[in-house]
């Protein structure tokens, strides 16, 4: 199986990075495993233009498609997620805008093959999981949108670095088993 990890915080060795390390070190057995970092990819802001409503490509040269293509080669997605004032990190938002050429909201539409399914793990440093249901929810709508069925999540409060991970391996990976290699 193909399994893709999506660090969305442009953090490269923070909390969620070693989320991001201690997922695809659990799943790496008999799995093909690649981890992306949204920060990787130069990605422009969408101009709103919709001329992608008619066309199903965006007039701009960037890496969206770079990392679209990730997308396209995962049979899973997991998706790991700070919360940057209650929600997704700008920089995976920015990414999430110039996906439209690929959403069925419009025909007609770029596709990724079908079968695909989505995870995610939402951290924040506050105590109450709200925060981490809205993280959820919009990446879980953006995969409804590329049509990649969402089948699991997990919410991780309280951790502000990457020391507060060391306490949840444990749940981080019955999450995987139950989820991802379920």
Not at 157 to 170: I, L, P, Q
Request: aromatic share 8%; net charge negative.
């Amino acid at each position: 199986m193909n399994i893709l990890i999506v660090n969305c915080s442009p953090v490269r060795n923070g909390a969620t990075a070693e989320i991001v390390n201690i997922v695809s070190a659990y799943v790496n057995k008999n799995n093909q495993v690649k981890c992306v970092c949204i920060d990787d990819f130069d990605i422009k802001f969408c101009k709103g233009c919709r001329q992608c409503h008619t066309t199903a490509e965006c007039f701009q040269k960037d890496d969206t498609r770079k990392l679209i293509e990730q997308y396209a080669w995962a049979d899973r997605i997991v998706s790991v997620s700070p919360s940057y004032w209650a929600d997704i990190p700008g920089q995976f938002k920015v990414f999430i805008d110039r996906c439209t050429p690929w959403c069925n909201t419009h025909e007609p539409h770029a596709t990724i093959p079908q079968g695909k399914y989505g995870y995610v793990i939402a951290l924040r440093t506050g105590p109450g999981m709200q925060e981490c249901h809205r993280i959820i929810g919009s990446i879980e709508h953006f995969y409804g949108h590329l049509e990649i069925k969402p089948s699991g999540s997990l919410g991780l409060c309280s951790v502000e670095s990457k020391e507060d991970v060391a306490g949840r391996v444990d749940e981080i990976k019955l999450f995987c088993d139950q989820c991802i290699l379920g």
